[in-house]
């Protein structure tokens, strides 16, 4: 950095610039990007036809990586099944969040409301937190063994189950914990929105005879749509990638049988750790499910992009 | 609302709670206080643990991360705001677009390049990765300040003899400290409390992270309950802390993201 400043020193007392005078500004950031980000992220699609563990080992394979993973019947298996499972996990985390995060807003932006700086900070703590120190808590919380005492003495002991344990509760828990630790990014996104709404907006509409719900829903939700949009896109690309909280939670294996396994846990096995009883990553299939990733996010990003900014762009 | 706040509060209170009760009386007593202090988990984690080891791993790494990443993305928002030509705008989506795709599809390869550069299994090979991830929502609000800022100001400076590199830490650096902050904060939660890279890149005691340290007690206190809130709690204070001192900023740091320039 020193001797570049020593070089600018020379010259440039007047406006006109070099033409690509601005660039050496910008080569540091672009260097980490290119070399820790964009590379590293184009190179993995690149991957995904290959196969082969270490760098001189590797050949050219073709979509082999893809067919393998969708027609080998154990392979596509688990696949679909971390699929379906992402699937779940984040239409529950996006319902949850737009809705309940909407309904906060609208309490948390209410002029009568007392007390407002208190809630909104209690709502934003969990957000602070490790997604690993979250799953941990959450674990000693749902365990019958620990809880079960306290709920028999108030009556709901047949709430007393092991929810992680069972296929059938243990994806749906991880899912509704996760939404505990996030809810406050959604809501303090949808107050600020909520504040942004024009003041002459809401009394043309109580001029009118507007009723609080009708001035809900037709002026303030399609002035935020933006915002949902938003909260939708960033819950799709955080959970396509959640790993933290299942391996937390339940462990990378997804377990109990699988139920819980996203595709970011199956990345993990597959692509970095190694599959048991082997241990040895398959780098190729791993970037193969990586690649799919991938193009998933960009298909639902850009339409929902479209779709909800478009007007200021 | 009170509903939430209070699943919100009660696992809070469970946890801080509960790390100091002994083994046994977290099950009789889940909710109250303890009938006697136990403040020896505590010291059990400092004794047998190299927790302090795992601290100040993370707090170097997080720390040196954000500097070489405020400081590179200022110097490229200086540019962006400034350089009006047709690759100032290319760059600039093209560095842009890293906000929407997760750095950790790209993982597989990103663990080829530290073992080439050796930096595997030390704190160092996170630190370019967590620049890298700054980088994107760092340019996007820094642009548009620094573009806020009346040019009337440089071209003063300009008229005085300034260099552009000058004005940069002269003029421009003083003013966009608030912005500056809002980054800081924005990524310095997902450092700290990142998981991934430090799972897939550290393997060695000496350079785990919290986090790493955190998992592996929890492996090694497994039924110990009480131990492991001890060790949660005291993961989850600093950052805690430095929330509940400046909750406003953080909120708006942690939403810049959302907020369209």
Redesign the interface.
Known sequence: MKI??KK??KS????E?K?????R??I???L??V???????L??LR?SLYTGNT?NSRTFVGLKNFIVLFTDPQKSTRYWSAFGNTWIFFLINMVMQNC?GIL?AV??TNRTMKGRQF???????????????TG???K??LNP???G??LEKIGLGFLAQPYLGQSSTALISCTLVSC?QW???PT??FV?ALRNVPEDCIEAAEIEGANSRQLFARVKLPLIK??VG??S??TF??N??A??II?AMENANGAPEYSTDLI?TL??RV??AGQHPIGIPD?GL??AI?TI??FV?ALG?VPTLKAT?GG?N | MIIWCFIVILPLWVLVIDSFKTKLSIYTNPFGLPAKWNFNNYFSVFRDSQFLIYFKNSFIVVILSLLIMLFVTSLASYSFANWKGKGSKILFFFMIAGMMLPIKIASIKILEIMKILGLINTIWSLVPIYVAMGIPIGIFILTEFIREIPYSLTEAALLDGAGRFKIYHMIIMPLIKPALATVAIYNLVPFWNDLWFPLILINNEKSKTLLLGVNKLFGQYQTDWSKVMAVLTLSAIPVLTLYLSMSKQFISGITAGSVKG
């Open positions: 570049k400043s600018q020193k440039y007392s007047c406006v610039e033409k690509y005078y601005w660039l500004y910008i540091p950031a672009l980490f990007y070399v820790f980000m964009a590379y590293p992220l190179d993995s991957l760098i309940l906060f309490i948390l809630y909104q900070t209690i709502i934003f703590i969990p957000t602070t937190f490790a997604v690993l120190v941990y808590l959450w000693l919380l063994i620990w809880s005492p306290t505990w809810m406050g990014i303090m996104m600020a933006p915002t938003m909260v896109i960033l690309v955080n396509f990638n790993f933290d391996f970011g990345f993990y692509g970095i780098t791993g970037a990586a990733t991938f996010l990003v900014q200021d």
